[in-house]
T-cell receptor, first 114, second 117 residues
Framework: AQTVTQSQPEMSVQEAETVTLSCTYD???????LFWYKQPPSRQMILVIR??????QNATENRFSVNFQKAAKSFSLKISDSQLGDAAMYFC???????????FGTGTRLQVFP | GAVVSQHPSRVICKSGTSVKIECRSL??????MFWYRQFPKQSLMLMAT?????????EQGVEKDKFLINHASLTLSTLTVTSAHPEDSSFYIC?????????????FGPGTRLTVL
């Protein structure tokens, strides 16, 4: 069975500071993808960043980067220079290579304080 | 970017009636669409996977006769909640995977809030 665990229900960060959201997962597949999605109050799911399991290099998208530790099955998201607009629910998700289902974690609510 | 729309955005219906929610990929073709349900302050739970031209695959515990899914074209999937009851009230979200993508990336619709009185 595939599982995704987010152990931080809530996190907070000061504007312009850096915050890291944790995610661990479990899968027996060798080919899979990992995602971080953002869900703001509008509830529109937005892709933040994607990581292919076969790539050793950590993905980066502007202020967002991941720390992908394949052996430890860990996939944390680092948000640098946090902005008020980063406040949202963040979901970590796993998708196996052969199927397209996304398995979501329980989410982390991020608050950003001015 | 790839855009997915949902209609309606909100619907209120009486108990016992049926409600249809549409999910459209606006600027790409999607062989696979997904339907999720999200309760307040909870994560997304996959209900079913919809493939164009074939029957939907339902997740365990989801009543296929209750939640009818039709994926009639490469840009449209519909979810019909039949004989709706108050416990069906929820936020329903669809997503679509472009047919020419190979990264398992899904693009999400804005969601539909269903309230059953």
């Amino acid at each position: 069975a595939q599982t995704v665990t987010q152990s931080q229900p809530e996190m907070s960060v000061q504007e312009a500071e850096t915050v890291t959201l944790s995610c661990t997962y479990d899968t027996s597949e060798s080919d899979y993808y990992l995602f971080w999605y953002k869900q703001p109050p509008s509830r529109q799911m937005i892709l933040v960043i994607r990581q292919e399991a076969y790539k050793q290099q950590n993905a980066t998208e502007n202020r967002f980067s991941v720390n992908f530790q394949k052996a430890a099955k860990s996939f944390s998201l680092k948000i640098s220079d946090s902005q008020l607009g980063d406040a949202a629910m963040y979901f970590c998700a796993l998708s196996r290579g052969n199927t397209d289902k996304l398995i979501f974690g329980t989410g982390t609510r991020l608050q950003v304080f001015p | 970017g790839a855009v997915v729309s949902q209609h309606p955005s909100r619907v209120i219906c009486k108990s016992g009636t049926s409600v249809k929610i549409e999910c459209r990929s606006l600027d790409f073709q999607a062989t696979t669409m997904f339907w999720y349900r999200q309760f307040p302050k909870q994560s997304l739970m996959l209900m079913a996977t919809s493939n164009e031209g074939s029957k939907a695959t339902y997740e365990q515990g989801v009543e296929k006769d209750k939640f009818l899914i039709n994926h009639a074209s490469l840009t449209l999937s519909t979810l019909t909640v039949t004989s709706a009851h108050p416990e069906d009230s929820s936020f329903y979200i669809c997503s679509a995977e472009p047919r020419d993508y190979f990264s398992n990336e899904q693009f999400f619709g804005p969601g539909t809030r269903l309230t059953v009185l």
